[in-house]
């Protein structure tokens, strides 16, 4: 009996380190790649301690950094993370570069923002921001689409306009890192992010280029 519980102890300290060790390393590259992309500082002045699960109905993923086309991120994603279920969370979807990273006279532009999320089931959360897939201008480059998730000290009461999907010229000049800092939601618990550049596949979006006097 006892050489049965000494092995059972022994295999549950080494799945704790298993586990601490994934846990650090995601810690790690998150840090890492906020940062060599730039979104710490532009966008955030702390990365998130964790990853957060973002996948497309395109089935395309969302993985720190990689290059998505415009035609795979139209429709709204399932993004999910380490969630509690008493908890409320806020989430948002942000791209710093309008009207491009090196002139980004109108970053941030608010893609998408959720509050009030009961644990990780956003399709019941308060949508302040419906959903605008990435659409990057011709000539601009590669944009930064960064998700984030904020865990809110409690349900919260947001004073925002509810902007649907028509309502553009409210969605740009944003800073999510101000928004957090109004509401009291701290650092970001988990995140993630893509770039896009435009694309002839989606052609032209009359309405895009209208707002911005294309």
């Not at 701290?186 to 550049?197: M, V």
Request: net charge positive.
């Amino acid at each position: 009996m006892f050489r049965i519980l000494r092995c059972l102890l022994i295999c549950s300290i080494a799945v704790s380190m298993v586990n601490i060790k994934v846990f650090t390393r995601a810690m790690s590259t998150v840090a890492t790649s906020f940062s060599a992309y730039g979104i710490v500082p532009d966008v955030i002045p702390v990365a998130p301690e964790a990853l957060a699960t973002v996948k497309y109905p395109s089935l395309a993923v969302v993985s720190e950094g990689n290059v998505l086309s415009p035609s795979q991120v139209q429709d709204v994603p399932q993004i999910s993370w380490n969630a509690s279920a008493d908890k409320y969370y806020t989430v948002a979807m942000t791209d710093p570069d309008v009207l491009s990273r090196k002139v980004p006279t109108l970053g941030e532009f608010r893609h998408w923002l959720v509050g009030n999320v009961p644990g990780d089931n956003v399709t019941t959360g308060q949508t302040l921001a419906a959903y605008i897939g990435a659409k990057p201008l011709p000539g601009t480059g590669l944009h930064r689409y960064v998700f984030l998730v904020y865990q809110q000290p409690g349900k919260l009461n947001f004073y925002e306009p509810r902007l649907r999907i028509t309502s553009a010229i409210n969605r740009v000049t944003f800073s999510i890192h101000k928004f957090a800092v109004k509401y009291g939601l701290g650092t970001p618990i988990a995140g993630n992010f893509f770039q896009a550049e435009f694309s002839l596949g989606l052609g032209k979006t009359p309405l895009l280029f209208k707002w911005f006097g294309r």
